[in-house]
């Protein structure tokens, strides 16, 4: 297929989920790839097979990806049960060929989750994040009103524990790797990050409020405290966000039902 | 011939900015709900446009062609983001930061932009710290910084290695708010395929759905652009895969001027290319250059040979032997060329000849293994991921890669292009950097022009239309915009080709590396205006787009952006050509000192190449702004 | 959202229901165990201890009704969650399914709660309500006359000469029975299996917990169940061996299981 460079080059079957649209039945066809450089990435071996079917007058394979460095949080494969396959802390574009045997037979699906309905083959739709993330994801700041940058000192120590939490690429593998399709890990990391510094506490109650339960109306699942989320986070994000999440939520609902409230506000 | 008005306005450079705000027109807050402002592009520079836009009152649509506004590549960045807030007391300005982005940019950039560049720097920290950017601290809680190349200060804030993705997640945080509130309303996965122009004016944008294929017309009061780099007209970048010029390329046919489009920055250190199957280039950061030590073999015949069995005396050191003063640290234009020297004499190293070595051993005897794991443990990570190999026991490989274009939609000191009512913000324009963007300048500019420069110079354009005389969708213009849109999607569907598009895309990428690259002649940029229309002849009659318009069809998406690189490109080399003189990454190798650097040409070259679009088979008009320098000297950039 | 439809409404509310009433049970096998393990001394202890908790009459009720609103809950709050989760599935599943470090236990709660909930309604047929088995039941036995005062905390609960329920007996009948104890084993088993999830997973729930004391929780967690296992699978264990031989002045001393089943 591709006769690179590289000396070891492997063959491999590609099992990928095939789907017209959105509600379409979908089922795997194999791809044979042969002659593969263990040097290219999964995308890569994806990009090649779609040349081959262009030109022989298939449909292409449709997949998500764009930066191809495992920072922009598009790329989205379930390869053989795992997302963004058998190695920790990446994403399927850092999955290079070498993580597999040679004769392998690799199954590639899309992330799975109501609230991801596929869009087409191997890409689904993950804009319910971006609905968790409008819902309070944010420190109100307008433009041009904030005060001199050292004038909010924050903790080295928890200005680092923050950015762990903001490491987050919001590509969806905490989803579709937890058995619950819980999106627990995604919000836990954003209440955390703002939440951590001195600049998120004044929206700090309700933004944990509006995020989760935001999360909750879009459909998605509950944590079971299993952690297979953070083991599939290419950030490797730690469970231990979520703890704070939920002592977050379970304080601001407690305080929004004992705290004293200013006439004319509400309780979250 | 279009009029090109830089409209700077008068006074000191220092006070132009602030006599300028305090001049404009303002739009009267009750009438702002009655404007709409179309936004195309959410990287730092739309989103932070589009959500203090709707912030201020304005009805706002963002429109992206990724499925979320965070995807955008300014999240890629990795370095910092400069500003001049001299929080270090050693020695920092306005003024500093103004003149280190004017000498780095080969006194290519506009001053009075530039200098606005620097005041606002200070307040995008600012405006950052306060969204909850967790930048890096000191022990005390006050911000950390760090040195970066071309500045003899520290004033480069950051977040670990990843800058970008945290200021793109603050501004779209910001966005989302807006998005929450009703303020902007998003279109994700909408691109922009067409510029309607009406009267003279941007009134409108045609658009396509990428999962339902349907083609949208929408007016606007005002159009902003802000839709990133086109350096993907290499094809191997270390763009993202998406990254496309089409936007401000269906603009600039429109009648936008496109300025500079030869400026195209290429960062040294990228892991060199592996394969023929390569999507993409990774880029190590810079930061290595501090303790690693460049080198090639002495003599062609060493280059096969494992790098351990190279004897010290066998290895020349190129960089330290060239710029004794800067060495491995010259800046990144000049270490990028070097390398293309040495492996053009056929000493570079790898399978592909196309490589340099970065050797880490003297380092690792200096410091230990340990403290070495500990400053650049990540990057030999990435690396090691990349490449499958171990740079602790053997040099890195590395090559230059296509990072950034400085070259773009013209635009005035408003960020206004020629075309009334049309912004461009960020990469997609070309005032701010020169012929060299310096490192950490992106990012601050992508921000100051979206929160701090366009939402005032918006308001003074729109000030200027009655409100509610926003053109209706049925407009003749409309339709014919439309038209066009879906006239090209049918020639590409229709063409029953043979080659996929992304041969057609390699070609264009070898031909651009090879003339239009690194260093540049004559000869070789006549050579790539012949080969090019030959491939665009080719790619029409020969390409194949499977599947039908109305799904989600990436080979359709990638076809529509190839297209508008196959001309982009040529334009790139009509302008590389008709510059004859080498400026920053502009290199013309007929014009160069006799020690290899720069020759620039300011008595016949110090201005702004601007592009007009005169129609598909007619050369385009090439308009000249002057670059006046009032405030400082145009010098030599010396780095030895 | 208020206060309560939080708790009952979200999912880290429901979580947080789960947690408290999961704790409370664990309280109350505790308690259960710790009473329970007094088959290992004279009769007049588990019969005192019997005794002494029927006589609390209201108080003992209000336990039991608390006790029953916490399962309520904690079951209510899984089939709730159980319902969201599969919904949250969507219809189409993975050609591939695994683990990647989910725990053991955590992997098998549905199972192990509904097995314990099972065995959970047998068990209180047989020893509290005295359907099943009704022959051997307390309330069916003849009565048991204390042979020394019973105190609690030193606090003096039952006198000497008392004729109580004699618990006792029953308890070793029922043990003496194989389905019996080993259903009853491996319902504690399956019980511990639940613990070594949950337990853990109410500090999750909490917000307790974090990585730093992760392992001193586990180990804590491990040396419970553990403990909780043994303790309470030695009592059938002794029983049915023989090893454990039951204390003069008692039903089941009398007149052997066997005996008993023979009798008309």
Redesign the interface.
């Known amino acids: 297929m591709v006769a690179g460079v590289s000396k070891n080059n492997i063959s491999v079957t590609l099992r990928v989920w095939r789907q017209a649209g959105p509600g379409k039945p979908g089922g795997f066809v194999d791809y044979p790839a042969k002659n593969v450089n263990s040097n290219m990435s999964i995308l890569e071996l994806l990009d090649v097979v779609n040349d081959e079917l262009t030109l022989k007058g298939e449909e292409p394979i449709a997949f998500a990806h764009d930066c191809r460095e495992g920072i922009c949080g598009t790329c989205s494969l379930m390869i053989d049960g795992k997302p963004h396959g058998p190695n920790q802390g990446v994403a399927s574009c850092q999955t290079y060929m070498r993580s597999f045997e040679d004769g392998a037979v690799i199954v590639i699906e899309p992330f799975r989750a109501a609230p991801f309905p596929i869009v087409k083959d191997l890409v689904s739709d993950r804009s319910a994040f971006d609905r968790i993330q409008q819902a309070g994801g944010f420190i109100t700041v307008r433009t041009g009103a904030a005060p001199d940058a050292n004038s909010i000192p924050v903790p080295k120590a928890d200005a680092e524990l923050a950015m762990d939490a903001a490491a987050c690429i919001g590509c969806g593998a905490c989803v579709a790797a937890c058995k619950n399709r819980s999106a627990v890990l995604f919000v836990a990391a954003k209440v955390s990050h703002l939440g951590l510094m001195p600049q998120g506490q004044p929206e700090r109650d309700s933004r944990v409020l509006a995020m989760v339960n935001t999360a909750d109306e879009l459909g998605f699942g509950s944590c079971t405290n299993q952690g297979e989320c953070s083991a599939a986070c290419p950030k490797l994000i730690s469970h231990d966000f979520i703890v704070r999440l939920n002592r977050d939520y379970l304080s601001a609902s407690f305080r929004s039902a004992f705290c004293a409230h200013a006439a004319g506000s509400h309780a979250d | 011939m279009a009029k090109l008005d830089s409209r700077i306005p008068p006074g000191p450079l220092a006070e132009k900015w602030r006599r300028h705000k305090a001049e404009i027109k303002l739009v009267n807050p009750a009438n702002k709900r009655k404007y709409e402002v179309i936004v195309v592009g959410a990287g730092l520079a739309g989103s932070s446009a589009a959500a203090t836009l709707g912030e201020l009152g304005y009805k706002v649509r963002c429109f992206v062609f990724h499925d979320s506004p965070r995807r955008a590549h300014s999240i890629a960045a990795q370095g910092g983001i400069n500003a001049a807030k001299n929080y270090q007391n050693d020695g920092d300005s306005v003024y500093r930061l103004f003149y280190d982005t004017v000498k780095g940019g080969d006194y290519r950039s506009r001053e009075a932009n530039v200098h606005r560049l620097a005041e606002v720097s200070v307040n995008i920290i600012d405006q950052c710290a306060a969204q909850g950017v967790p930048f890096a601290r000191e022990y005390g809680g006050l911000l950390a910084n760090r040195s970066f190349g071309g500045a003899q200060v520290s004033r480069t804030f950051y977040a670990r290695g990843q800058t970008g993705q945290q200021l793109l997640l603050g501004a779209y945080s910001a966005l989302s708010r807006t998005v929450g509130q009703g303020l902007v309303q998003l279109h994700a996965q909408e691109e922009m395929c067409d510029l309607v122009v009406i009267g003279g004016q941007a009134k409108g944008i045609i658009t396509r759905n990428l999962v339902t294929g349907k083609v949208s017309r929408w007016a606007a009061d005002a159009v902003i652009l802000a839709t990133g780099g086109y350096g993907n007209v290499f094809n191997l970048s270390t763009y993202a895969r998406g990254s496309n010029a089409t936007a401000i390329w269906r603009a600039y046919k429109r009648g936008a001027c496109f300025a500079n489009p030869c400026y195209t920055q290429i960062h040294p250190t990228c892991i060199p290319v592996s394969g023929d199957y390569q999507s993409k280039l990774t880029l190590m950061s810079e930061s290595l250059r501090n303790d690693g030590r460049i080198w090639v073999p002495k003599r062609k015949e060493d280059c096969k040979k494992d790098p351990a069995t190279i004897a010290e005396e066998d290895r020349d050191y190129y960089l330290e032997r060239i710029y004794p003063s800067f060495g491995n640290l010259a800046p990144r234009d000049i270490s990028s060329r070097a390398a293309k020297r040495v492996c053009d004499e056929g000493r570079g190293v790898g399978d592909s000849g196309l490589g340099v070595y970065l050797d880490f051993s003297d380092a690792i005897k200096r410091l230990g293994e340990d403290t070495v794991r500990e400053r650049y443990g990540n990057l030999f990570d990435i690396y090691h991921e990349i490449t499958n190999e171990n740079a602790y026991r053997t040099p890195m490989r590395i090559y230059p890669a296509v990072h950034y274009t400085m070259g773009g939609l013209w635009v005035d000191y408003n960020l206004m292009s020629n075309l009334p009512g049309l912004f461009v913000l960020g990469e997609a324009n070309f005032s701010d950097h020169g012929a060299n963007r310096l490192g950490a300048s992106a990012l601050m500019q992508g921000l100051a022009d979206g929160y701090f420069v366009v939402p005032y110079t918006v308001g003074d354009y729109l000030a200027s239309q009655k409100p509610g005389s926003r053109p209706s969708t049925d407009a003749p213009e409309f339709k014919q915009a439309e038209d066009n849109v879906t006239s090209i999607i049918t020639r590409l569907l229709g063409a029953k080709g043979t080659h996929p598009v992304s041969h057609f895309h390699k070609r264009l990428g070898h031909i651009m590396w090879q003339y239009c690259g690194m260093a540049r002649t004559r000869e070789g940029l006549e050579t790539a205006l012949k080969e090019i229309p030959k491939l665009r002849e080719e790619f029409w009659a020969t390409v194949k787009v499977p599947g039908s318009a109305d799904t989600l069809n990436q080979s359709l998406e990638v076809a529509g952006r190839v297209a508008d690189f196959l001309e982009l490109g040529e334009l790139m080399c009509r302008d590389a050509l008709t510059r004859e003189e080498s400026c920053g990454c502009h290199f013309r190798e007929e014009y160069q000192h006799p020690d290899g650097e720069c020759k620039r040409d300011d008595a016949n070259f110090a201005h702004v190449a601007a592009w007009e679009y005169q129609g598909a088979g007619t050369d385009p008009l090439r308009n000249v702004e002057p670059l006046v320098y009032e405030a400082i000297k145009m010098s030599m950039r010396n780095y030895k | 959202?208020?206060?309560i439809g939080?708790?009952f409404?979200?999912?880290?509310?429901?979580?947080?229901l789960m947690a408290v009433t999961g704790l409370i049970l664990v309280g109350f096998v505790i308690g259960h165990l710790v009473g329970n393990l007094q088959i290992f001394g004279h009769p007049d202890s588990i019969n005192g201890y019997a005794q002494f908790l029927h006589s609390l009459g209201p108080l003992l009720w209000i336990t039991r009704i608390g006790l029953l609103i916490a399962a309520v809950i904690h079951i209510w709050a899984a089939i709730a969650?159980t319902r969201?989760?599969a919904?949250?599935?969507?219809a189409?599943?993975?050609?591939?399914?695994?683990?990647?470090?989910?725990?053991f236990a955590?992997?098998y709660?549905r199972l192990t709660g509904f097995v314990v909930l099972a065995f959970l309604a047998y068990h209180l047929a047989q020893f509290t309500l005295g359907y099943a088995s009704s022959a051997t039941f307390k309330g069916h036995l003849p009565e048991y006359t204390m042979a020394s005062d019973f105190h609690i905390f030193g606090f003096p609960a039952v006198e000497k000469g008392h004729a109580v329920d004699d618990v006792y007996s029953m308890v070793f009948y029922g043990f003496q029975n194989p389905i019996i104890s080993i259903f009853y084993i491996l319902a504690v088993g399956l019980l511990t299996v639940h613990l070594l999830?949950g337990f853990?997973?109410v500090?999750?729930?909490?917000?307790?917990?974090?990585?730093s004391w992760a392992p001193a929780l586990r180990a804590v967690t491990i040396i419970f169940c553990i403990g909780f296992f043994f303790g309470n699978a030695a009592m059938p264990a002794a029983i049915l061996s023989g090893w454990l031989k039951p204390a003069q002045g008692t039903n089941v001393a009398a007149q052997p299981r066997t005996a008993l089943n023979q009798s008309p």
């Not at chain 3, 189409?92 to 725990?103: D, L, T």
Request: proline residues 2%; charged residues 15%; glycine residues 8%.
């Open positions: 959202m208020s206060l939080n708790l409404c979200s999912t880290v509310g429901r979580k947080f969650l969201t989760n919904q949250a599935r969507g189409q599943h993975y050609g591939v399914n695994r683990w990647i470090r989910a725990p955590s992997r709660m999830h853990q997973s500090f999750h729930s909490f917000g307790w917990y974090s990585a």
